[in-house]
């Protein structure tokens, strides 16, 4: 949730101007800043604060914010300085904006930050190979699904992986979980993924680890559809390329993190999609002009290669 304090009008999804239950951010004017304060001292699952245009007196006392995020959005430069140094010395986990009044977009970002899950650990027997490792575009075939999370600004980027030369390949770049039991399908590594994600996130991209054309402006329009008011909590892809005759919707797919503890009971070969076809209530579409081109065969590598020529 997002408690909103004061007369801001954000449309965000989950927002509240009253007092809240359970874990939460809070967004605040700089002239309520002293009421906000008192609210994180008081609430332990306050998670994160963000002021938006400091008020003009020194920084208070701060040490309530230890451990907590806290975003900082002030055009002064001086003042915002000295709340970002007094924030940083007592252990908070500071961002800040030259702003007083940040775009939605880049205020719904932190107040509802998303990890990135990608499935890779299948054994990719119909390619007879390692598919994931293949060289697409100049890079192994993973490392286009990791490259695209992390430039659509995901908040942290986890590969689910059973084959070591996967994590190999992907090497810094994200966070690599290894799955000792692939056998068990993708649900192992959805509720592997799900589980490694950190206590702040909002919710999870689920990617697959072989859709090299799914690109960061696909996410972004996950990301945007799902941090809205009134969406649903999840949000998937469909296709413009599609006839109708397949499934109508496919990976990626955002959800909402009050869907993780469902989705950690999942067992068997598919995903979210065993929870979400019974509950299709649950499921907004955004639709997007990239094909999703899975590489599961030869024949699909050789389409995608041509395609990247």
Not at 40 to 50: E, G, K, Q, S
Not at 136 to 147: E, I, M, N, S, T
Not at 245 to 271: C, H, K, N, Q, V
Request: glycine share 8%; charged share 25%.
């Amino acid at each position: 949730m997002v408690f909103l304090l004061g007369d801001l009008d954000l449309p965000l999804r989950d927002r509240i101007y009253r007092e809240p239950d359970g874990p939460h951010v809070l967004v605040c004017l700089g002239r309520l800043l002293e009421d906000a304060l008192d609210h994180v001292t008081a609430r332990p699952d306050c998670r994160a604060l963000a002021v938006l245009g400091l008020p003009t007196y020194a920084p208070p006392d701060l040490s309530m914010l230890e451990g907590r995020r806290f975003l900082v959005a002030d055009g002064d430069r001086d003042r915002r300085r000295a709340y970002v140094e007094a924030a940083l010395r007592v252990g908070a986990e500071v961002e800040w904006l030259n702003e007083s009044r940040p775009s939605l977009e880049r205020l719904a970002a932190w107040a509802l930050p998303v990890g990135a899950v990608i499935l890779a650990a299948g054994s990719g027997t119909r390619m007879g190979r390692q598919k994931l490792l293949l060289d697409v575009g100049g890079r192994p075939l993973v490392r286009h699904a990791v490259d695209a999370a992390a430039a659509s600004a995901c908040d942290e980027v986890i590969v689910v992986y059973s084959d070591p030369a996967v994590a190999d390949a992907v090497g810094e770049r994200a966070r690599c979980v290894l799955n000792p039991h692939p056998e068990e399908g993708m649900s192992s590594s959805l509720r592997l993924g799900l589980e490694t994600l950190g206590d702040q996130e909002a919710g999870a991209v689920i990617m697959l680890g072989d859709q090299p054309l799914v690109d960061a402006a696909t996410i972004g329009r996950l990301l945007g559809q799902w941090r809205r008011e009134g969406s649903r909590a999840a949000v998937a892809t469909r296709y413009a390329s599609d006839d109708g005759s397949g499934p109508m919707w496919r990976p990626p797919i955002l959800l909402d993190r009050s869907l993780f503890a469902e989705l950690r009971t999942l067992t068997g070969d598919e995903g979210a999609r065993q929870l979400l076809s019974r509950r299709p209530e649950l499921v907004d579409v955004v639709v997007t002009e990239a094909p999703p081109h899975d590489v599961d065969t030869p024949e699909d590598y050789s389409k995608i290669v041509r395609l990247f020529k």
